[in-house]
């Protein structure tokens, strides 16, 4: 049966499922044995683990990870060494956000996944005039991709969350996480069910593959930071702020490679969802992931989310010393923070860690000439959307009400997932927030990720405040010179009664338009519903573990313009005059600071082509992609420097980069510090593939795209002197030197690099690399899938 008439049933049923909204207050356990880890064989392997480690303390992050290696019978004598060794792993669970990893492993050949996996629809739906007509609309417009996640859902026994479900982080943490799991989703957020004491890790559509095949997944051992909590968030503050600070401090690169592990009394205060938007935005300072000690409060969280079962379990594990850290463990870094010493905080613009304490930003925004005005105040998302940040959002719209104010500027709430949904509007959150002006949205990403219809200041300086994780230029309303500004959901909503963004809600007040003036008092919340989550429209949720039905037929229309079968990339050595060396590359570009992968592949529109490799990359042409060219300062603009005729010199990026495509010309980029920070979006580095790139040297790149990278047969290298990235331009021929002893065995082997300059001038670099001995298999096979496909046929 096609989805569509059941997701419309479920829309119409939802309709009314609002005015029924259930009323539980007794919480009955749902079945737990899909989603409890199986601790006792956790237990077991750490124990062997920890024998051939000579029994030294351990860090949290290391039981969870060591606990779930491959083989822990195979370590032998090795010493792990955090930083240098590769584990082989074994997640527990996979969770894709709309067309991600799907076709990735149908190629793949099996006929169910080999861990649980989930589906979310969250990232297709447009924001605009409220939750049900923007879902309506998005179920039409993308009828036929979410057809074709349902019947691969199907096919292969995954869990589908319908759109309008929720967003999937939010949905991971109410329905999947627990304590000392090892998860991977592709979003780069998913480190957010790291608030209930697991390790929840982002990756690439192949990444996902790796787990949903059986296949070991490898990650490089991370350093641990140790980050110690003492006293208390006082009145204003909440965990938003606390993460927003450590953005700061650490900077959007400063997290690579490591896990942030918290510890300390300052954890056991906060709530299980408040520690879940510090995990959340981990992925901003490029850490692989955060986690934290197991909590009574996140016991309390998984009762309350019907998980009794799975904290029962999780209760007797850390009894046995499992969720958290032994005594003293050591940290690679230490960071001490004293949650009673923080202020509310607002990053930006245009970069998650530019940090200001809210009593310093009005005086900041004069420092840098910036209107005062705010423009939209945006709540929710996956970051933000807990019951505790509405509820302390709805009690300060309540004060606001009673004042007799409304919201200056276009105040917008994302909900999480259908089950705070629910449960706000049966509390009288999304009445108390609807009184003072603000419009309840569908649950999905809509604005943060640029699903916003925006019918203002399309391309004006203007600023908005948001309760997201990300503020990248652009993102949020495709307009570069929006200036994008992230805070927690309590200090948006405050301020989105002044429209300035000079106020103070703790020290100012607003002028009431009755004369006399109003001061707001410290918002009140709670993290719990004392009458339990409201369940929601049920229509909307998948049957828990289903089982595969071979027989569903995936339909991928050979005209279709949203879904495409994967073409295999060719080997770039097959054929090569070079052997083991890769082909003589052209430069395309050398790219000037940061470059996000927002930047290479651009948010919004281009979303609902995720399925479409041809279209994606096509498609971005017309788009106006931000990456900056270091030759000239020109954003977008590549010079094509053996154009013809009929061609000009310049074009976008994409533009040359076809131009290459059309003459076989492969080529590389040479690119600066932390490139392809954010996301997980693979296509930022399948569509560099796609037109013919086969090289990146960087000053440093992010962890998730330089991993994305290796899985599509690009080879990442890393400049050993940082100063020779400005001797490298368009136009000039690199060669690998050296790459054929590593692909030989030799991993000490170092790549350098022959450049001739256009100018006929040669000379020669070094390099560095990360590539393990299953990475260097990739690469020649032109990308990890091939290889699999390979071992499988053999
Ligand atoms: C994001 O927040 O940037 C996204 C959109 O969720 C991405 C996923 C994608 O681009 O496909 C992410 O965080 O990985
Ligand atoms: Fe969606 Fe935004 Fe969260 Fe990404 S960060 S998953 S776009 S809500």
Not at 30 to 54: F, M, W
Not at 112 to 139: F, M, Y
Not at 260 to 281: H, W
Not at 661 to 678: F, M, Q, S, T
Request: glycine share 8%; hydrophobic share 35%.
């Amino acid at each position: 049966m096609s989805v569509a008439p059941v997701l419309r049933r479920s829309l119409s049923f939802r309709v009314l499922s609002r005015s029924l909204a259930t009323h539980a207050n007794v919480v009955t356990d749902k079945d737990c044995s899909s989603i409890t880890p199986p601790y006792a064989q956790l237990l077991e392997n750490l124990d062997h683990v920890r024998r051939q480690l000579g029994n030294r303390p351990l860090t949290l992050a290391e039981k969870i990870l060591y606990s779930h290696l491959y083989k822990p019978e195979d370590i032998g004598n090795a010493e792990i060494v955090r930083g240098a060794s590769y584990l082989q792993l074994r997640p527990e669970r996979v969770a894709m956000q709309d067309a991600s990893a799907q076709l990735q492993f149908m190629s793949a050949g099996l006929s169910r996944t080999a861990v649980p996996s989930s589906i979310h629809c969250d990232h297709l739906i447009q924001a605009s005039t409220g939750a049900d007509a923007d879902l309506a609309r998005a179920l039409d417009s993308n009828q036929e991709v979410f057809e074709f996640l349902e019947s691969a859902a199907r096919k292969y026994g995954i869990e589908f969350w319908k759109p309008g479900s929720g967003i999937i982080h939010q949905i991971v943490l109410e329905n999947y996480a627990a304590p000392g799991m090892l998860m991977l989703g592709t979003d780069s957020h998913t480190p957010n069910a790291g608030g209930l004491g697991m390790l929840a890790i982002g990756v690439g559509g192949a990444d996902a593959v790796d787990a949903m095949t059986g296949t070991p997944w490898e990650l490089k051992a991370p350093r641990v930071v140790g980050i110690r909590l003492t006293g208390k968030l006082s009145d204003w503050v909440t965990p938003k702020d606390l993460i927003l600070h450590v953005a700061g401090k650490l900077t959007v690169k400063g997290g690579t490679g490591h896990i942030l592990e918290y510890y300390g009394p300052g954890v056991f205060n906060q709530s299980c969802t408040g520690l879940a938007t510090v995990a959340n935005m981990g992925a901003e300072v490029g850490a692989t992931t955060s986690t934290f000690p197991y909590t009574p409060r996140m016991r309390a969280y998984l009762e309350a989310t019907r998980r009794g079962p799975v904290a029962r379990a999780a209760d007797e594990a850390a009894a046995k010393g499992f969720l958290s850290a032994d005594e003293g463990a050591e940290y690679d870094e230490h960071i001490d923070i004293n949650l009673s010493d923080l202020e509310p905080t607002i990053n930006g613009p245009f970069t998650p860690d530019l940090a200001t304490p809210l009593s310093k930003f009005g005086s900041f925004v004069k420092k840098q000439g910036w209107n005062d005005e705010l423009s939209a105040a945006l709540i929710g998302s996956c970051t933000n959307s807990s019951y505790e940040d509405m509820t302390r959002a709805a009690d300060l719209a309540r004060q606001a009400k009673a004042a007799g104010l409304k919201s200056k500027v276009p105040f917008l709430c994302t909900p999480g997932s259908e089950q705070i949904r629910a449960t706000m509007q049966r509390d009288g959150l999304t009445t108390a927030l609807e009184d003072v002006g603000a419009l309840v949205l569908a649950n999905a990403c809509g604005p943060c990720i640029g699903q916003w219809k925006r019918d203002d200041h399309k391309e004006n300086e203007n600023a908005i405040l948001t309760s997201f994780n990300r503020n990248f230029k652009a993102r949020n309303d495709g307009n570069r010179r929006t200036m994008n500004f992230l805070a927690s959901p309590t200090t948006v909503t405050a301020m989105a009664f002044s429209g300035k963004l000079s106020f103070n809600p703790m020290t100012d007040s607003i002028s009431l338009p009755s004369g006399g003036s109003f001061k707001f008092s410290p918002p009140a919340g709670q993290d719990l519903p004392s009458a339990g989550f409201a369940v929601g429209n049920t229509a909307f949720y998948p049957p828990p573990t289903p089982e595969p039905q071979a027989e569903t037929e995936v339909v991928i229309k050979p005209d279709s313009q949203r879904l495409e079968l994967l073409e295999p990339f060719p080997s770039p050595f097959d054929n090569n005059p070079r052997g083991l060396e890769l082909p003589a590359l052209k430069v395309l570009l050398r790219v000037k600071g940061k470059c996000t992968t927002d930047h290479i592949s651009a948010a919004g529109p281009w979303l609902k082509y995720k399925g479409h490799l041809t279209n994606i990359s096509e498609n971005l042409r017309k788009l106006r992609r931000q990456a900056t060219n270091d030759e000239g300062g020109e954003v977008n603009v590549a010079f094509d420097h053996d154009h013809d005729a009929s061609q000009s010199k310049t074009d976008t990026i994409p533009g040359v980069a076809k131009r290459f495509k059309a003459r076989n010309c492969p080529w590389a980029l040479i690119v600066d510090e932390n490139y392809g920070e954010g996301s997980a979006r693979e296509h930022a580095a399948l569509q560099p593939r796609f037109y013919g790139c086969a090289m990146i040297i960087a000053r440093s790149f992010a962890r998730i795209h330089e991993t994305n990278l290796k899985k599509q047969g690009v080879l990442p290298l890393w400049f050993a002197d940082k100063n020779d990235y400005a001797r490298i331009g368009s136009g000039d021929i690199i060669e690998t030197v050296g790459l054929v002893d590593l692909l030989g065995g030799d991993c000490n082997a170092q790549v350098r690099i022959d450049v001739r300059k256009r100018d006929g001038s040669t000379f020669q670099i070094p390099t560095k690399h990360t590539m393990s001995n299953d990475q260097l298999k990739w690469l020649r096979a032109g990308s990890a899938l091939n290889h699999i496909r390979s071992q499988m046929a053999s």
